[in-house]
C-alpha cells in the first residue's frame, strides 16, 4: 500500500509499456463488446471495423495487441483515458495491477485538460460514471481482504504468546497420491488370475523420494483448483492452513495476496443446523464486514464476478458430521443467495456450482478421502517426521534457550526415544511426539532424589502462577516447521540460567541402561505415564510429604493416579460420553468448574473459539488430542461399572486399513480397543483399581480382574477367528502386543502358519506387532506374506526382530534392486528361513547379485522364487551360482523374467556340477524351475531318481537344437526329456535323432506337438531297429500331436528276451504308408505290441497287415481301431484266426468301424485244446453274415468262444446260426448277452439241444447275459435259464414242447415271464412229463393266492416233487424242488402271502391227499386268530405225523396261552404243541387209542395224546396261566412242559404247583429264567414228581432251603441245567454234592457259574461219580478268591477221565492254556462216542492246536468241532488236512477268530474237500485274506448250507471264486462276507451267481468297499444281497 502513495509520479506510457503482457491476456477474455467500445477510443484511420466482431482467437489477439501497441505511443491524455475505460469497462483485472492502473491514470476528477476527442458520448456512460460505481466496490473488496489479513494474523498469533519459529513450507513434505481414484474394493489382495502375474499396486507409494516434494512446492499452481491434503490426527493440519494464511496475510506463499482467503474449519461449521447463504456464511461465520450492508453488498458483488480471486481453505473434514456429496453428470450453477444447508453450500463450492474458478484447499485424514473422489485436480499426504524432525523436535522441547542441564537432558531423552520403537512410532506425528516428551520429562526427573524434588518445588510463586495460566508450549515444527498442537508448557528461560548455576547436568539425568528399563513397554502405557506427567504439572498437586521418597516405578504412576482420581473420572466420564456421541468439542457447562481448570492446568485440555451460530464467539474445550480422549474413554471401560459387557463387545472390534466410501465416518482415530487391550494387561491393573474406587465401583481388584479377562475372552475369539482380512490381523497383533500376553500371541498362530498382508502401508512399529506375535510360536515357525505393501526401508531393520521366520514372501512391483538391497543386509539374521519368495516384482540382475550373496550364507532355505521379475539372462546365471553353495535347496522359480534360451542352457550346464538337481523345467519363458532332490541319510536308504529336463513350447532352429543336443549329451543321466511344443521342421527333428544315442537316458524322451508329418514318422519309427535302447515307440500325427520315445531304463536285456512297442494312432496312415513304414522297421523281429489304431488303413490295409503277420515272431497284440474296416474285413480276420495258431483272440466292435483287436500268444501248434475267442460287439449282423462268418468259424480246429453280444440278431438270423451250428463242432460257448430281445428268437436258441447235444446250458434273458455253453461230447443233464420274456399262449406251448423233447434238466429258472396264475397252472399240470431232476423257479410271474394252491398241489400231483416255497409279498418267489427218491417227506412253506379262511380250508384239504407232506410252514400271511382255529381243526395226520408251524406277529403273551388252549380243544391229534416266540408250532399223529383222566365210569372225560406243551419266550406272565390248568389236565399223557424264557413270578409258581401232582407222566420241566422266588415255591411240588428225569431251572436264584429240598430231588435226574444260576456258597456247595449222588445223569449244564475254592473241589469229586454222563456243558465257569482258571483246570480235567461214554462237551472260555491242553488230549482217545467238542477262547496255541486235532483222530463219530478265538495256525491247519477226511461225520467246522495264514488256508481247503457232510463252516477273522483255495474247496459239499468268511480283508478274488462254486452248492442258505475288501465287480458277480442258487437266502456284505449307490443298485437287482449292519 505504501508504494500507492508514489505512483502519480510514474509516467502512464511507460507503465500501460510494462504491463502490457499481462493486459493483452486479460483484454483476450473480455467480450467483443468490451473490445470494440476500447477500439473505438482510437481514431478512425487507426481503428478497425467495428461492426462484427474479430474472426478468431488469433485475429483478436492481433488487434488488442495493435491496440496496446497505439495508446503505449499516444499521448499521455489518450493514455490516461484508455487505462481509466479499461479499468472500468474490463472484468477480473487483478486488484494490484488494477490499482496501480488507476493510479498512475489519476481520478476522473483529474482527466486532463485536453483529451483527445475519440470518444463518442453517445455510444456509452461518461467513464467518471462508471468509475463512481466500480471504486466503491475495489475499495470494499480491498478492505474486506485487509480486514482477512488481520483476523488470520492475529489467529495464527493466538496459537502461542511465545514467539513462534516460521513454518517454512519447504521444509514440510508430502507425498502424493492419485486424484481420482476409480475403485471402491476394501480388499486389493491380488485374485486367482493376478498370483504369478503382476501384482496390483496401491495407490501411491508415499515413501519413496520420487513422489515426495515440500508442501510449498504441492501448492504450487493450487490456484483455481481443487486441492486436498490428507494426514492423520495430529500431523499438524490445522496449524499449516493456519500458517498458510499468516503467510497469505504477509503476501507470501502461494496463494496471491489479492485473492480473498476464507479459513473454515469443519468442527465449527457442524454447529451450522439452519440453512443458510453463501454471503451469510463468510459475514456471520468467518468474517463479519465493518461497512454495513453496502460492504456486504460491494464485496458479495465482487465475489461473484472474481470468483478465481477467492481461496477457500475448508480444514478438518474427518470432524465434520455430514457427508459431502459429488454431483455427476452436467452441473448445474447454485443461487448464491438462496439458503442451503451447510453440507449442500459445502458440496456446492467443491463441485463448482458455487462460485467456479476459485481455489478450494481441503484437509482431512486418509480414510475420508474417499468422500471426495474425483472432485480434488490435486491431492498429497503429509508425511510423519523422520528421525531427525524427532531428534531436532526433542532438543527443542527439552532445550530450547540453551541452559546445559535441559540440553543434557534433551540428549538422554532422545536416545531413550529413538532407540524405542513404539515411542518412534508416536514420534512420527507431532503432537504425539509431544506427548512422548512429556511422558520421558516425566520419568526422567523421577529420577531425582527427593531433595532435588523439593527444591523444585521452591522455586518461587511466580513460576507456579505462569503454568497455572494455562501458557502454551509451542510445539514446534524441525527445522522451524512442523508447527504447535495446543499444549502447554511455562516459560523456563529464567529458571534454566538458575539451573545452569546451581547444577549440571549429571546431577538431574538417571543412567542410560536404568532409563530404558523404567520406559512403558507399549502404547497404552506410555499413555497411562503420560497421564500422570500431565497429572503432575498440577502445582496444587505436586509431590506432597505424603508420597513416599523412594518409591516404584509402578508406584510413581499409581500415586498420581490415586490423588487425581476424582478428577479423572470426571474426565474420563466425558471422554467416553463424547465418544458414544461423536463429540470432541466441551461447552464450559458440560464439566465442573473445578475440573475444567484442573484440565487446562495440567494441560490435558486446549481451549477452543467456537462461533454459535448467531455469529457470537464463545469459548470451548478439547482434549489435547484425539487419542487422549480415547484413552481416557477406554480408563472408563476398564473402571466404571457404568459401562456394561455388552458396551464394551460394542466397541471392541479391529479396524481395517482398507477405506471405502461405505465405511462408517468417524471423527475419532479407532485407537479405543487398542487402549482397552492394553489396560487388560497385568501391569495395568493397580492403577485400574486406583481409578475404578473413584469410578463408585464396589468390586475393586475382582471387578477390574474380571473385566480384563473379559478383554482378553474377546481377544481369544477374535484369535480363533479364520475370516480376517489382512489388516485386522494386524491390528489384532498389535491389540495382543498392548495386551503383553504371549498365550494370545500363540493363539493368533495357531490357525495362521502364514501371515498374509495385502495393499497396506507398514511402518516399523507394524513390524514390531509382528514381531511380539511371531516370536511367540519358538522353533514352530511361521511365514509372512508381503502383497503389494508399502514397506518403508527401515522396516527392513526391524524385520530381524521376528525369530523363527521360515517363510518370507514380497510380491509387488514397488520391490526393486534397492529392496532387494537392503534385504539382503537382513536375509542372513534369520537362520530359520526355508522358503523365500520375491516375485511380481522390478529386480534386476543388479538386485540379483545382492540376494546371491545374501542367500549363500542362507542354509536353511530349501525354496527359492523369483519368478515375474526383470532378471534376464545375466540375473538367472547369478542365482544359478547359489546352486552348489544351498546343500538342502529344493527348488528355484524362475519364470517370467525376459530370458531367452540361453538361460535355458545355463540351467542345463549346472545339472553336470550340481548333481541333486532333480529337474529343470521351462515353458516357453513363463514358467522357468528346478527342482532339486534331497539327500538322503545314512539310514534313509533313499534311492535318487535321475533327473528330468522339460523344456516346452520352445522355437528350435537346426543349430539351436545342435547346442542342445550337445548340452544334454553330457548330463550324466537323465530320466525325462520333454521337449514338447516345439514346431519343428524336418531337419531339427533328424539333428535330435542323430544325437540321441548319446544321450543317457533312463526312462523316455517326449516330442508332443512337435512333430506332424508321415516324414516324421518314418524318421522316428527307424529309432527302434537302430538304437537298442529305444523299447517302446508312441506317435500321433493328429491334433494334439503326441509323440514319445520310452528307454529301456539302462538295462540292457538279451536280443530274445526284447520286447519292443510301436504306436502309431491318430496318424492318417494309408495303405501304401504301411510299406515306408514296414521298410524303416527293417528285420524288427522283437516287436510284440503294434498299435495302428484311427489311420485309413481300410480292407486293403488290413489284408497288408495279415500279409505281414508271419514275419512278426514275436508279437502279442495289434491293434487296429477305427480303420473303417467292412463286414468283408471281419469275415477275413475270422479266416485269420483258424489259420494262424499263435492268434488267439479277436475282438471286433460296430462291425470292424471301431474296434479291432488282434491278441497273440506263443505258438503253439501241437495243442489243440487252445481257447480261441472271436468276438464281435455292437455290431449290426444280418443273416448272410452270419452264416457267412460261422461258415468261416467252423474251420477253426481249436476250442472255440463265438461272442456276439451287443449286437443286433434277428430271428433269421438266429436260424442260419442253428443251421451251421452241428459244423461247429469245436464251439465251447455261444455269447448273445445283450443280442436277444424277442421271445421267438430266444425259442429258438433254447430249441438248440435239438440240433446239438453238446448243450450243456442255456442262459437267456433280454438285454442282459445270454449264453449256451457246449460241452466237448454229449450231456447227460442240462440247465436252462430263461427269464424276463413273455411266455404266454403259443410262447409257453412251444417252450413246453421243446422241453419235453429236450433232455434232461438239472434245474429251470422261468422267472419273470408273465406267466400268471394261468400259465402257472399249465406248466405244474405238466410237471409229470418233464424231466427235471433239482428245481424249478416260477417266481416274479404275478401270482396270486389262486395260482399258490395250484402251486402247492403240485405236491400232490407229481411224485418227485420233494418241496415247494411259495411267497407273494415284496419279493415273490416261487419255487419247486424235486427229489429222485420215492416216499421221501414233503415240505410246503408259505410266506407273505396275506391268505383268507378259504385259502387255509384248501392247503387243509391239499394235506389231506398228500400223505407224504410232512411239513407245513406258514409266516407272517396275516393269519387271525379264528382262521388258525378253523385250519387246525380240519387239519388231518397220517400216521406218519405232521408238523405245522405259524408265524405271525401277535402270538405273544395272553394271545399265545389262548391259542394254544383252543388248538388242544379243537384237534386231538396233537401230540406236542409249543409257542416259541411268535412261532406256533404242531406235531399231529393220527391218535388209536384213548383214555380217561378218572376210573369212574361215571365222568369218563375223553383225555389227549398231548405229550408236550410249550410257551417259551413269548412274554408269558405267570398270572396268564391260570386258564391252561383245564387243558394240561385233560393231558395226562404230557411228558415235557416248557415254560423257559417268561415271566412265571410266584402266580406262575402256584400254577406249576397245581398241575405238577396231576402229570404222572411229566418227565421234563424246564422253566429256565432270571427270577427270585419261582424256585422256592416250586421246590416242594418237585419232590412230588416222581418221574422226572430232565430239569432246566437255569438262570434263577436258588435259597438255601430250596437247595436243600433239591438234594433230594437231583438224584433222580437225567438231565440237569443249572447255568447261570445265583446261589450262596452253602446252597451252592449242597447242590454241587448232590451231584455226586445223580448216578443215573448223562446230561449237565453248569454255565458260567462262580466257584469257590471248596465248591470246585466238590465238583470235581462229583463229576468223578457221574459215570453215566453223556453231555456235559461248562462254559466260562468263574473261580474265586483270586484263584487261576488254568490251576482250577488242572483240577477239574482229570475228574472226567472216568467218563467214557462222552458225547458232548463244551469248555468254551476256561483259558486252559497249553498245559489244559495237554490233559484234555489225554482223555479224548476215552471218548470214542464224542460228537461235539466247544473249545473256544482257551488261549490254545498253534503246536497245542496240532496235538489236539491229533487226539481228536480217535473220535470217529465227532460231528461239531468249535476252536474259535485261540491262536492257531499254520501248523494245526496242516493237522487239519490229515485228520479230519478221517472223520467223515463232521458237520460244523468254526476255527473263527484265529491266525491261520495263507499256507493255512490251503491246508483247510484240503481238508475241507474230503469233508461230504458238512453243513456249516466259520471262518471269521482267521488272519488271512487269501482265501480263494477255501472258497473253491467249498465246490466238493454238497450239503453246506451256512459259511462265514467275515472280518478277513477279502478281495474280489474270493468273491468271484464263491460266485464260481455257488451253482455246486444246492443247499447253501447263507453267506457271511462282510468286513471284507469286496467292491463292485465281485458284489455283481454274486449277483449273477444267485441267479442259480434259488435256495440261497442270504449273502451278508455289510462294510465292504461299496459305495452306498452301488449298493442300493445292487440290493434291488438282488434282495438277497445285504449292505446293512443287521
Known amino acids: 500500500m505504501d508504494e500507492e502513495a508514489d505512483r502519480g509520479d510514474e509516467n502512464v506510457n511507460l507503465v500501460l509499456a510494462q504491463e502490457s503482457s499481462e493486459l493483452l491476456a486479460i483484454l483476450c477474455r473480455q467480450s467483443p463488446a468490451v473490445i470494440m467500445s476500447l477500439c473505438q477510443m482510437m481514431p478512425g484511420d487507426a481503428g478497425w471495423n467495428i461492426t462484427s466482431p474479430p474472426p478468431s482467437a488469433a485475429a483478436l489477439a492481433e488487434h488488442v495487441k495493435a491496440m496496446l501497441q497505439y495508446f503505449r505511443e499516444a499521448s499521455a491524455a489518450d493514455c490516461c483515458s484508455f487505462l481509466q475505460s479499461m479499468c472500468i469497462l474490463c472484468e477480473n483485472i487483478p486488484m494490484h495491477l488494477e490499482s496501480r492502473l488507476m493510479s498512475v491514470a489519476g481520478c476522473a476528477n483529474n482527466v486532463c485538460e485536453n483529451p483527445s476527442p475519440i470518444v463518442k458520448e453517445e455510444k456509452s456512460s461518461p467513464p467518471s460514471e462508471r468509475q463512481l460505481i466500480k471504486r466503491p466496490r475495489i475499495d470494499h473488496w480491498e478492505q474486506y481482504i485487509f480486514a482477512a489479513m488481520n483476523l488470520l494474523t492475529r489467529r495464527w498469533e493466538q496459537l502461542g504468546d511465545r514467539p513462534v519459529r516460521e513454518v517454512p513450507l519447504e521444509n514440510v513434505w508430502v507425498g502424493l497420491r492419485t486424484a481420482n481414484r476409480g475403485r471402491d474394493r476394501p480388499d486389493q489382495t491380488p485374485g486367482p488370475a493376478d498370483r504369478g502375474s503382476r501384482t496390483p499396486e496401491p495407490d501411491g507409494d508415499y515413501g519413496s523420494a520420487e513422489s515426495r516434494v515440500t508442501l510449498e512446492t504441492f501448492l504450487q499452481g493450487c490456484v483455481a483448483k481443487v486441492t486436498v491434503l490428507i494426514g492423520q490426527s495430529g500431523s499438524g493440519k490445522t496449524l499449516l492452513m493456519s500458517n498458510l494464511g499468516q503467510q497469505w496475510a504477509c503476501g507470501l506463499g502461494p496463494i496471491p495476496s489479492s485473492f480473498l482467503f476464507v479459513l473454515l474449519e469443519f468442527r465449527q461449521l457442524n454447529l451450522l443446523s439452519q440453512p443458510l447463504s453463501l454471503s451469510e456464511l463468510l459475514f456471520r461465520h468467518y468474517l463479519p464486514p465493518k461497512g454495513g450492508d453496502d460492504e456486504k453488498s460491494a464485496v458479495v458483488e465482487y465475489l461473484l464476478s472474481n470468483p478465481e480471486q477467492s481461496c477457500w481453505v475448508l480444514d478438518g473434514y474427518d470432524e465434520f458430521h455430514s457427508k459431502l456429496t459429488r454431483q455427476e453428470g452436467q452441473k448445474e450453477l447454485l443461487d448464491p443467495e438462496s439458503p442451503l444447508p451447510v453440507a449442500d453450500l459445502i458440496s456446492g463450492l467443491l463441485n463448482r456450482q458455487l462460485l467456479p474458478g476459485c481455489t478450494i484447499v481441503v484437509t482431512c485424514r486418509p480414510r475420508d478421502v474417499t468422500d471426495l473422489d474425483g472432485i480434488p485436480d490435486k491431492v498429497g499426504q503429509l508425511l510423519g517426521w523422520d528421525c531427525h524432525d524427532i531428534k531436532e523436535y526433542v532438543h527443542n522441547f527439552f532445550g530450547g534457550k540453551g541452559h546445559a542441564a535441559n540440553r543434557a537432558l534433551g540428549v538422554q531423552a532422545a536416545d531413550l526415544l529413538l532407540s524405542t520403537r513404539h515411542l518412534l512410532a508416536m514420534s512420527s506425528l507431532p503432537v504425539r511426539c509431544y506427548i512422548c516428551c512429556i511422558c520421558l520429562e516425566y520419568l526422567l526427573l523421577e529420577g531425582r532424589d527427593a531433595g532435588m524434588a523439593e527444591k523444585q518445588e521452591e522455586r518461587g510463586s511466580e513460576t507456579r502462577e505462569e503454568e497455572s495460566e494455562n501458557e502454551e508450549r509451542v510445539v514446534q515444527m524441525p527445522g522451524g516447521g512442523r508447527g504447535k498442537e495446543g499444549s502447554t508448557r511455562g516459560n523456563h528461560a529464567q529458571r ?69 482420581r476424582s478428577e479423572l473420572c470426571e474426565l474420563s466420564q466425558l471422554a467416553w460420553r463424547g465418544v458414544e456421541g461423536s463429540k470432541i468439542l466441551f461447552m464450559e457447562e458440560d464439566i465442573s468448574q473445578d475440573v475444567l481448570k484442573f484440565s487446562v492446568r495440567t494441560g490435558l485440555f486446549s481451549k477452543v473459539e467456537l462461533r454459535r451460530e448467531d455469529g457470537t464467539l464463545v469459548n470451548s474445550y478439547c482434549f489435547i488430542h484425539l487419542t487422549v480422549q480415547e484413552f481416557l474413554a477406554a480408563l472408563r471401560i476398564m473402571t466404571s461399572q457404568d459401562v456394561s459387557d455388552m458396551q464394551l463387545k460394542k466397541r471392541f472390534s479391529l479396524k481395517t486399513r482398507w477405506t471405502t466410501k461405505s465405511d462408517q465416518r468417524t471423527v475419532f482415530t479407532d485407537s479405543l480397543h487398542l487402549y482397552v487391550c492394553g489396560l487388560a494387561s497385568p501391569r495395568c491393573t493397580q492403577a485400574l483399581v486406583q481409578l475404578a474406587r473413584a469410578s463408585g465401583g464396589t468390586g475393586g481388584l475382582n471387578w477390574v480382574q474380571t473385566r480384563q479377562a473379559l478383554v482378553r475372552k474377546l481377544l481369544k475369539n477374535l484369535c480363533h477367528s479364520n475370516t480376517l482380512t489382512g489388516p485386522k490381523v494386524l491390528e489384532l497383533c ?22 498374509e498382508l495385502r495393499n497396506i502401508r507398514l511402518l516399523p512399529n507394524d513390524i514390531d506387532a509382528l514381531a511380539f506375535v511371531v516370536n511367540s510360536v519358538g522353533d514352530n515357525g511361521i511365514g509372512l506374506d508381503f502383497g503389494a505393501c508399502s514397506i518403508e526401508l527401515e522396516c527392513l531393520d526391524v524385520l530381524p526382530s521376528c525369530q523363527y521366520i521360515h517363510y518370507l514372501c514380497f510380491r509387488g512391483r514397488k520391490y526393486g534392486d534397492k529392496f532387494a538391497e537392503k534385504l539382503s543386509s537382513i536375509l542372513p539374521k534369520f537362520p530359520t528361513l526355508r522358503k523365500l519368495e520375491f516375485c511380481g516384482s522390478s529386480l534386476t540382475a543388479t538386485g540379483a547379485v545382492c540376494l546371491a550373496s545374501a542367500l549363500q550364507n542362507c542354509p536353511a532355505v530349501t525354496e527359492i522364487n523369483l519368478s515375474d521379475n526383470n532378471l534376464k539372462d545375466a540375473g538367472i546365471e547369478h542365482i544359478a551360482d547359489v546352486f552348489t553353495k544351498l546343500p538342502g535347496l529344493l527348488s528355484v522359480m524362475l519364470g517370467r523374467n525376459n530370458s531367452s534360451l540361453r538361460a535355458v542352457d545355463c540351467l542345463i550346464g549346472k545339472m553336470s556340477s550340481c548333481l541333486n538337481i532333480q529337474h529343470v523345467h521351462a515353458d516357453g519363458m513363463k514358467e522357468v524351475a528346478v527342482t532339486f532332490s534331497q539327500n538322503s541319510d545314512l539310514n534313509g536308504y533313499k534311492t535318487k531318481s535321475e533327473p528330468r529336463v522339460s523344456l516346452l513350447n520352445q522355437k528350435w532352429s537346426t543349430p539351436e537344437m545342435h547346442k542342445l543336443a550337445e548340452s544334454l549329451a553330457r548330463v550324466p543321466a537323465l530320466s525325462v526329456l520333454d521337449l514338447s511344443g516345439g514346431q519343428w521342421d524336418v531337419e531339427t527333428l533328424r539333428m535330435l535323432t542323430q544325437f540321441l544315442p548319446r544321450f543317457n537316458m533312463t526312462e523316455k524322451i517326449i516330442v508332443n506337438d512337435s512333430c506332424s508329418s508321415v516324414e516324421d514318422l518314418v524318421i522316428l519309427t527307424a529309432l527302434l531297429p537302430d538304437c537298442p535302447a529305444v523299447m517302446e515307440l508312441h506317435i500321433r500325427l493328429q491334433s494334439p500331436a503326441q509323440v514319445s520315445i520310452v528307454f529301456s531304463g539302462g538295462r540292457e536285456k538279451p536280443a530274445d528276451e526284447r520286447s519292443k512297442m510301436l504306436c502309431l494312432s491318430c496318424c492318417g496312415l494309408l495303405p501304401a504308408d504301411l510299406e515306408r513304414v514296414w521298410r524303416s522297421l527293417g528285420t524288427s523281429s522283437d516287436l510284440t505290441l503294434l498299435d495302428l489304431s484311427s489311420n485309413c488303413l481300410g480292407n486293403k490295409g488290413l489284408g497288408k497287415l495279415l500279409e505281414v503277420l508271419p514275419h512278426l515272431s514275436s508279437i502279442q497284440e495289434i491293434n487296429a481301431h477305427n480303420n473303417r474296416i467292412s463286414m468283408e474285413g471281419v469275415v477275413m480276420l475270422a479266416g485269420a484266426l483258424c489259420s494262424h495258431n499263435n492268434l488267439t483272440q479277436i475282438l471286433i466292435s460296430h462291425g470292424g468301424r471301431e474296434q479291432v483287436t488282434l491278441k497273440f500268444c506263443p505258438d503253439r501248434s501241437d495243442d489243440k485244446q487252445q481257447l480261441k475267442i472271436f468276438r464281435i460287439n455292437n455290431s449290426s449282423l444280418p443273416p448272410s453274415n452270419v452264416t457267412a462268418l460261422c461258415r468261416r468259424l467252423a474251420q477253426c480246429h481249436s476250442d472255440l468262444e463265438l461272442d456276439l453280444s451287443h449286437s443286433s440278431l434277428t430271428d433269421k438270423a438266429v436260424e442260419n446260426l442253428l443251421k451251421v451250428l452241428p459244423r461247429m463242432m469245436s464251439l465251447q460257448r455261444l455269447n448273445v448277452s445283450h ?47 430263461l427269464t424276463h420274456f413273455s411266455l404266454n399262449g403259443g410262447n409257453l406251448e412251444r417252450l413246453l414242447e421243446i422241453l419235453q423233447q429236450g433232455p434232461h434238466l438239472s434245474d429251470l429258472d422261468l422267472s419273470s415271464n408273465q406267466l400268471e396264475d394261468e400259465g402257472v397252472k399249465r406248466f405244474v399240470d405238466c410237471l409229470p412229463d418233464l424231466k427235471i431232476t433239482s428245481c424249478v423257479n416260477l417266481s416274479n410271474n404275478s401270482l396270486t393266492q389262486r395260482g399258490l394252491l395250484d402251486v402247492a398241489s403240485a405236491l400232490s400231483t407229481c411224485a418227485n416233487v420233494s418241496d415247494v416255497e411259495v411267497s407273494l409279498g415284496a419279493r415273490e418267489r416261487c419255487v419247486v424242488w424235486f427229489t429222485q427218491y420215492e416216499g421221501c417227506e414233503k415240505t410246503l412253506s408259505v410266506r407273505e402271502s396275506s391268505l383268507e379262511r378259504e385259502h387255509l380250508v384248501r392247503l387243509a384239504e391239499i394235506v389231506s ?23 387246525v381243526k380240519v387239519l388231518k395226520s397220517s400216521e406218519r405225523g405232521f408238523r405245522v408251524s405259524i408265524e405271525e406277529s401277535w402270538i405273544r403273551s395272553e394271545e399265545a396261552v389262548s391259542l394254544v388252549c383252543q388248538c388242544l380243544d379243537l384237534n386231538s391229534n396233537i401230540r406236542t404243541i409249543m409257542v416259541h416266540y411268535t412261532t406256533l408250532h404242531l406235531s399231529l399223529m393220527k391218535s388209536t387209542e384213548l383214555t380217561s383222566v378218572s376210573d369212574d365210569s361215571a365222568d369218563l372225560t375223553p383225555s389227549m395224546p398231548t405229550e408236550k406243551i410249550g410257551l417259551v419266550d413269548c412274554a408269558v406272565e405267570g398270572h396268564q396261566l391260570a386258564s391252561m390248568t383245564r387243558i394240561i389236565q385233560k393231558c395226562p399223557l404230557l411228558t415235557e412242559l416248557d415254560f423257559s424264557q417268561n415271566s412265571l413270578g410266584l402266580e406262575g409258581a402256584e400254577f406249576l404247583c397245581s398241575v405238577l401232582p396231576s402229570l404222572p407222566h411229566l418227565t421234563s420241566l424246564s422253566i429256565g429264567s432270571k427270577e427270585t422266588c419261582v424256585v422256592e415255591k416250586l421246590s416242594e411240588a418237585l419232590l412230588q414228581v416222581t418221574g422226572l428225569q430232565c430239569l432246566n431251572l437255569s438262570g434263577h436264584v436258588i435259597g438255601d432251603t430250596a437247595a436243600q429240598i433239591m438234594t433230594t430231588v437231583l438224584p433222580r435226574l437225567r438231565s440237569l441245567n443249572l447255568s447261570h444260576c445265583v446261589w450262596s456258597a452253602a446252597a451252592g456247595l449242597q447242590l454241587i454234592k448232590a451231584l455226586g449222588e445223580c448216578v443215573n445223569l448223562e446230561g449237565l449244564c453248569l454255565d458260567s457259574l462262580e466257584l469257590n475254592e471248596e465248591s470246585r473241589a466238590c465238583l470235581a469229586q462229583s463229576l468223578r461219580n457221574i459215570n453215566s454222563a453223556r453231555s456235559l456243558k461248562l462254559n466260562k465257569i468263574g473261580t474265586a478268591m483270586g484263584q487261576s482258571r488254568v490251576n482250577a483246570v488242572l483240577d477239574l480235567l482229570p475228574a472226567l477221565e472216568r467218563l467214557t461214554g462222552m458225547e458232548e462237551i463244551e469248555l468254551e472260555g476256561w483259558r486252559m492254556a497249553d498245559i489244559g491242553i495237554e490233559l484234555l488230549t489225554r482223555l479224548l482217545p476215552v471218548w470214542t462216542e464224542l460228537r461235539k467238542i466247544s473249545l473256544s477262547k482257551n488261549l490254545i496255541s498253534d503246536q497245542s492246536g496240532d496235538k489236539l486235532l491229533e487226539a481228536l483222530s480217535s473220535c470217529g463219530h465227532l460231528e461239531e468241532l468249535h476252536v474259535s478265538g485261540n491262536d492257531l495256525g499254520d501248523l494245526t491247519a496242516a493237522r487239519m488236512a490229515l485228520v479230519l477226511p478221517s472223520l467223515t461225520h463232521i458237520t460244523v467246522l468254526d476255527i473263527s477268530e484265529n491266525r491261520v495264514g495263507f499256507e493255512g488256508s490251503v491246508s483247510l481247503s484240503k481238508a475241507i474237500i474230503c469233508m461230504k457232510n458238512l453243513t456249516k463252516i466259520h471262518l471269521t477273522s482267521v488272519g488271512t485274506s487269501e482265501l480263494c483255495a477255501v472258497a473253491a474247496s467249498l465246490g466238493h459239499c454238497p450239503l453246506i448250507q451256512d459259511v462265514g468268511l467275515g472280518w478277513n480283508n477279502c478281495g474280489d478274488d474270493v468273491a468271484e471264486e464263491l460266485a464260481r462254486v455257488l451253482p455246486l452248492c444246492p443247499k447253501l442258505t447263507r453267506i457271511d462276507l462282510e468286513s471284507n475288501s469286496v467292491t463292485v465287480s465281485g458284489a455283481e458277480a ?27 443298485r445292487l440290493h434291488l437287482k438282488d434282495w438277497r444281497l445285504n449292505f446293512s449292519s443287521t
Request: hydrophobic share 35%.
Open 496 to 564: 534454566e540460567d538458575q539451573k545452569e548455576a546451581r547444577r549440571g547436568s549429571e546431577a538431574i539425568m538417571m543412567d542410560v541402561a536404568n532409563s530404558r528399563a523404567l520406559l512403558p513397554p507399549t502404547l497404552t502405557q506410555v499413555y497411562l505415564t503420560g497421564l500422570t506427567a500431565f497429572l503432575s504439572r498440577d502445582p496444587d498437586k505436586r509431590r506432597r510429604k505424603d508420597m513416599p521418597k523412594t518409591v516404584t516405578p509402578q508406584q510413581s504412576i499409581v500415586w498420581p493416579l490415586s490423588q487425581s
Open 734 to 755: 498389535h491389540c495382543v502386543q498392548e495386551s503383553q500376553d504371549r498365550q494370545l500371541a500363540q493363539q493368533v498362530l495357531g490357525t495362521r502358519p502364514t501371515l
Open 1235 to 1281: 443280442s436277444i430281445t424277442s421271445t421267438a428268437a430266444a425259442l429258438l436258441l433254447v430249441s438248440c439241444w435239438t440240433v446239438s447235444q453238446r448243450v450243456t446250458s442255456v442262459e437267456l434273458r433280454p438285454q442282459t447275459e445270454s449264453f449256451i455253453c457246449f460241452g466237448r461230447v454229449k450231456a447227460e443233464h442240462t440247465s436252462c435259464r
Open 1409 to 1431: 391227499v398228500c400223505p407224504s407232506l410232512t411239513k407245513l410252514e406258514l409266516k407272517n400271511n396275516k393269519l387271525q386268530s379264528d382262521w388258525i382255529e378253523d385250519f
Open 1886 to 1912: 454274486l449277483v449273477r451267481a444267485l441267479q442259480s442258487c434259488p435256495a440261497l437266502q442270504l449273502i451278508r456284505l455289510w462294510r465292504n468297499q461299496v459305495s452306498p449307490t452301488d449298493a442300493h
